[in-house]
């Protein structure tokens, strides 16, 4: 009797094909030849490790489980597949870390004014500027999964309030202050110092970060023992999930008129972000191209989940990390 028929759908490096080695004996597995189309090896695919992208979604007559190795799924929540029977599962927790650091590395780039040391550096040019101190701080999470609970605890480190807001009723951790649902977000803007966006893109979270928002942040400054051109006043504004959860239009008025100090975005509402994008040229903006997820371990880990994941199948347990398709996470 055939076992059930698996596809890796995307390159695997030695050391992460190497996990399959342990996969349940009841599977097949086969690679995706290196530089050939997945729709071409979708007949008779069972369980996919990879990403279904909408126009191969016909040719999987067979497919009963896609293992997607990321977090967000929004790419393949196109009709079709939501009112298909296939069982979804992201790589949520996987990233907490490495993303957290990202967002970490974002906002101490702009409260210690890294890119005007980088930019004086080009010019040899040697002077002190004001900086921002963390400690006491208010920062105000939006999005309390994994990403933003691996935020939040090193926020906590960095001696900051924490305030966070969810679309789901969640147990409120220690290291958070006050969590919300998301009609506190308002008052949780009105808060803080640092926003740090963490929750996935839905059609409910499409532009939640509007004008109104932004208007409500704090208006403050930041005096310190330095004086001169190089002054602080506003909030922070970090994005480590998704572009499209910000109105792009309501974050560059907030930057220009000094309710946000600065952003550190490591995505974008278009990506790659577009030539002609305003961020590019922003004073205060930084800019990583989507990268806060990318780790040494990431691909290892994603590995070894779909192999739980593969014995659990075989065994009729429930799998680990299915997403919610109405939802969209």
Known sequence: ??????????????????????????????????????????????????????????????????????AGVEGTMYPAFQASDMVLTNCRNLYNRQ???????????????????????????????????????????????????????RAKAFEMEVLAVDAEDLEKPAYVDQLGKLDFLPEMMSQSH?????????????????????????????????SGDLTLSGSFLVNVSRGKVVDEEALIAALRSGKLAGAGLDVTYTEPCPE?????????????????????????????LFVENLHRYVKGEPLVNVVDKEKGY
């Open 276 to 304: 002609d994008s305003p961020l590019w040229t922003e004073p205060n903006v930084i800019l990583t191209s989507h990268s806060a997820g990318s780790s040494q371990h990431v691909r290892v880990r994603a590995m070894e």
């Open 1 to 70: 009797m055939a076992g059930h028929q698996v596809l890796i759908g995307m390159h695997c490096t030695p050391d992460v094909e190497a996990i399959l080695n342990d996969a349940p004996e009841e599977v097949e597995v086969t690679l995706l030849p290196e530089g050939e189309s997945l729709g071409d090896h979708l007949s008779g695919v069972e369980i996919l490790f990879g990403r279904l992208p909408e126009s191969d979604f016909d040719r999987a007559e067979a497919l009963k489980w896609v293992q997607q190795p990321s």
């Open 99 to 153: 993303i957290s650091e990202h967002a970490f590395a974002l906002l101490l780039a702009l409260t210690r004014r890294i890119p005007n040391q980088l930019e004086f550096k080009t010019r040899k040019h040697w002077q002190r500027v004001p900086c921002v101190e963390l400690a006491g701080l208010t920062m105000g999470i939006i999005g309390l999964g994994g990403i933003g609970r691996g935020v939040a605890e």
């Open 194 to 226: 640092v926003v740090v966006v963490c929750c996935p893109s839905t059609p409910e979270t499409h532009k939640m970060l509007s004008h109104d928002l932004f208007n409500r942040l704090p208006s403050h400054s930041y005096e310190g023992e330095f």
